[in-house]
Nanobody, 119 residues
């Protein structure tokens, strides 16, 4: 069974930094792409950053220049480095893996990790 386990969330002051980690139970190259999404209270879940198997990355406009997605294939882990955090970055952050199996695109999700940006 595929599992994605996030860690690294917490409370940070505006302007601070956090690094989120997402450890996969299978090789991350088994996924066509992996990404980070977030969901704030009362809002829909939105894409934050995504990296494909071929290393193409894309980011939400709101985080460009502040967040960086990366991966460590030896550890089967994807990271989200978040700098210059703002109160509006407060949300539950979810790791996502897209896997194409048997002609079907399947999405896998972690349990989420809370990020709170507040003074």
């Amino acid at each position: 069974q595929v599992q994605l386990v996030e860690s690294g969330g917490g409370l940070v002051q505006p302007g601070g930094s956090l690094r989120l980690s997402c450890a996969a139970s299978i090789s991350i190259f088994s996924f066509n792409a992996m990404g980070w999404y977030r969901q704030a209270p009362g809002k829909e879940r939105e894409l934050v950053a995504r990296i494909t198997r071929g290393s193409t990355t894309n980011y939400a406009d709101s985080v460009k220049g502040r967040f960086t997605i990366s991966r460590d294939t030896a550890k089967d882990t994807v990271y989200l480095q978040m700098n210059s955090l703002k109160p509006e970055d407060t949300a539950v952050y979810y790791c996502n893996g897209e896997r194409f199996l048997e002609a079907t695109m399947r999405n896998y999700w972690g349990q989420g990790t809370q990020v709170a940006v507040s003074s």
